[in-house]
């Protein structure tokens, strides 16, 4: 299950950069957005120069299951 429709669809780096981003709106406290926000920004500088396209989508991949983790555990304590 994915946090939020159209995770499906997410192929491109800059498509997941705003996929997250959307993500961390959907989060209860300003804070927790913010540091999710925070979070994703710093990743997406890391990984900046992958450049091996099997690497991106395991990247893409893992950033998905993590962003539906994350929604999960602040769905079930609100």
Known sequence: MAPLPGAERVQRPLQLYR???RCCRQLP???IQEHYKHA??????VHSDEDNPERI?????RAIED???IMNKYKKQN
């Open 29 to 31: 406290a300003k804070g």
């Open 67 to 69: 962003a539906d983790w």
């Open 57 to 61: 989508q395991q990247i893409i991949k």
């Open 19 to 21: 996929y997250l981003l």
């Open 40 to 45: 994703v920004r710093q990743s997406f500088r």
